[in-house]
């Protein structure tokens, strides 16, 4: 399984997921400005490895803010690795973790160096909580799975994505350790190819079966009976089970339901946000023009073609079987199922 993300004396270390499969490149970020760029760029993505990488970002600024002006620079540390990315709220979640340390440090007298020090275990922490969370969820959703189905995925929600293991990845992977042979089905996921590139790559470096499709053949092929069950990661899960996921997810739900086929989501507990009562007031990003009109670097589309790119949509409760969590699997009416796991 693949180093995601790394915490090393040299700065924080994270394989480049811009130019995977075709490069292995390592990245090291050696400040917090360099961590921000990182998750902007989409060297790291995925919603709790983003998670990871913002706890990294505030402990590496915290190393170099100076004393004179700590608070005020570990506020600006915090809102510009905030001002990233604005879906995942697992980013959110992270910072405000890392914020919450440092208050209750200052709470009990601790000095500066102890605040850095604790803020550097607390991100490490982070990383190595993540990986143990996904293979619980993996260990809940893996039952839920026929035995030899074929699984369709949407976007990586797998190793790459997280802190290791993955979400949805981790369920399949959970399955195939639990001796269930499930095979895998990756849509391509336009624009950014994270089925293609890194879905794929990630499974055949462990060697589970992986056929890939465009985007365009999930319906064709579902309607032939060749999908047991679809489950896909999120990036915000609101109170009401409404679920933003990459960009595509919606249409993938709605041909499933209408072809008998069970939805799946892999989320860990701080990829909800029960603040939200529905998935309408979750921000969807808007990304660059450029990742629709050119692949690979070359255009498919004239010069000054109008393009949209939401690199998210949100699924509406009504279209997901089941929410798979570290803590259990919720159901309907996920109001109150989601609640509950919440607070268990
Ligand atoms: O734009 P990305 O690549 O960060 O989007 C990632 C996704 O939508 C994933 O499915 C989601 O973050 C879950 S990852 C475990």
Redesign the pocket.
């Known amino acids: 399984m693949v180093n995601t993300i790394e915490w090393t004396p040299e700065g924080v270390v994270m394989i480049d997921q811009r130019v995977l499969p075709g490069e292995e490149t390592f990245i090291t970020c050696k400040n917090y400005e360099e961590v921000a760029d990182a998750i902007r760029t ?1 060297v790291i ?4 490895a ?1 998670g990871c990488a913002a706890a990294m970002g505030v402990a590496i600024g915290a190393l170099q803010a100076s004393d004179e002006n700590f608070d005020a620079e570990m506020e600006t540390i915090c809102s510009t690795l905030a001002g990233t990315r604005p879906t ?1 709220v697992n980013l959110f979640w992270a910072i405000d973790r890392m914020q919450r340390l440092i208050a209750a440090k200052k709470a009990e007298g601790a000095s500066l160096s102890e605040i850095r020090e604790a803020l550097t275990a607390e991100a490490e922490q982070v990383l190595a909580e993540d990986i143990e969370i996904n293979k619980a969820m993996g260990r809940h959703g893996a039952t839920l799975l026929p035995q030899g189905a074929t699984v369709m995925t949407h ?3 797998g190793a790459l ?2 802190g290791g293991y ?2 949805a990845l981790g369920v399949i992977r959970a399955a195939v350790e639990s001796g269930n042979p499930v095979a895998v089905l990756a849509n391509e996921t336009r624009p ?1 190819l ?1 089925g293609a590139r890194l879905t794929v790559w990630e499974l055949q470096q462990d060697e589970i079966p992986v056929t890939l499709l465009t985007d365009n053949m999930a319906g064709h092929v579902m309607k032939a009976g060749k999908v047991g069950a679809v489950v ?4 915000r899960i609101a109170a009401n089970g409404d679920v933003a ?2 960009i595509g997810t919606y249409s993938v739900a709605v041909l499933a339901k209408e072809n008998g086929v069970p939805f799946y989501v892999a989320a860990p507990i701080s990829t909800l946000d029960l603040t939200l009562e529905s998935g309408d007031l979750i921000p969807i990003e808007e990304r660059a023009a450029d990742e629709v009109t050119h692949l690979a670097g070359k255009a498919v589309a004239p010069v000054g073609t109008t393009v949209m790119n939401p ?2 949509d949100v699924t509406p409760n009504r279209y997901v079987t089941a929410i798979i969590t570290e803590k259990g699997v919720a159901r309907p009416p996920f109001v109150e199922s989601l609640k509950a796991l919440a607070k268990s």
């Open positions: 989409m993505r995925g919603a709790p983003i995942a976007c990586n929600a994505a997280t993955g979400t950014f994270q896909v990661g999120a990036d996921n990459k690199a998210f």
